[in-house]
Every structure is written in structure tokens, then in C-alpha cells.
Nanobody
Framework: QVHVVESGGGLVQAGGSLRLSCAAS????????MGWFRQAPGKEREFVAASSWSGTPSLYGDPVTGRFTISRDNAKNTMFLQMNSLKPEDTAVYYC????????????????WGQGTQVTVSS
């Protein structure tokens, strides 16, 4: 079993930055990749970014490409999502998923999920 915990959400003004963390514990050796998804009220869950522990492959959703970056601390089994140039439309609950294989933007392919962290961007 793998346990996933997100942190780092909060309230930020448009144009600002936040860094989200996704920490995995338990049988972390089973995990090949982690991905970020977000869901705003009344909207479908949307793919944000994903990466394997090695960094290859990695993938970003079109709305965040060039603004968000994934990094990793493999020793701590933690993946980070650096979010720059935030926009009000980035407001959502951000979820981190851990997968035993590469799933990219395919949400059902992830095996373990965190509880989510709220990101609110004010205009």
C-alpha cells in the first residue's frame, strides 16, 4: 500500500507563485510515476502534469505548459509542482496521484491518490 499526501496549497494573487508537494510513503518502490490533476467547482478533473521518478517521461497539460514545473526529491519520495505566473483560472483543488506504471494524463491509470490541496488565485 502507498500513502500519498499533498501540501502547499493556499491563497495567492494573480501572477504569484506556489509550490505544491506530494509525498509518498509505504511501498514507494512500487511507484513509477506521479501526476497532478486539478478540479475546479462545477468542472471536470483536469490533467496538470506528470513525471516518472527519473524525470523521463514527463508531461504537462496545455494550460500550464511554460508556467508549471515538476521536480523531484527521490530520497524523500516527494514530487513538487512549482507553479508560476498563476492565473485566477488555476483556482482548483489539486490532487496528486501515484502510479505503478506510466499513465501520463490518463486519470484512471493512477493507483493511489491524496486528499487534495486547495489553490486559490485572486485577481
Amino acid at each position: 500500500q502507498v500513502h500519498v499526501v499533498e501540501s502547499g496549497g493556499g491563497l495567492v494573487q494573480a501572477g504569484g507563485s506556489l509550490r505544491l508537494s506530494c509525498a509518498a510513503s509505504g511501498r514507494t518502490s512500487d511507484i513509477y510515476a506521479m501526476g497532478w490533476f486539478r478540479q475546479a467547482p462545477g468542472k471536470e478533473r483536469e490533467f496538470v502534469a506528470a513525471s516518472s521518478w527519473s524525470g523521463t517521461p514527463s508531461l504537462y497539460g496545455d494550460p500550464v505548459t511554460g508556467r508549471f514545473t515538476i521536480s523531484r526529491d527521490n530520497a524523500k519520495n516527494t514530487m513538487f509542482l512549482q507553479m508560476n505566473s498563476l492565473k485566477p483560472e488555476d483556482t482548483a483543488v489539486y490532487y496528486c496521484g501515484a502510479g505503478e506504471r506510466w499513465s501520463g494524463s490518463y486519470y484512471p491509470g493512477y493507483d493511489y491518490w491524496g486528499q487534495g490541496t486547495q489553490v486559490t488565485v485572486s485577481s
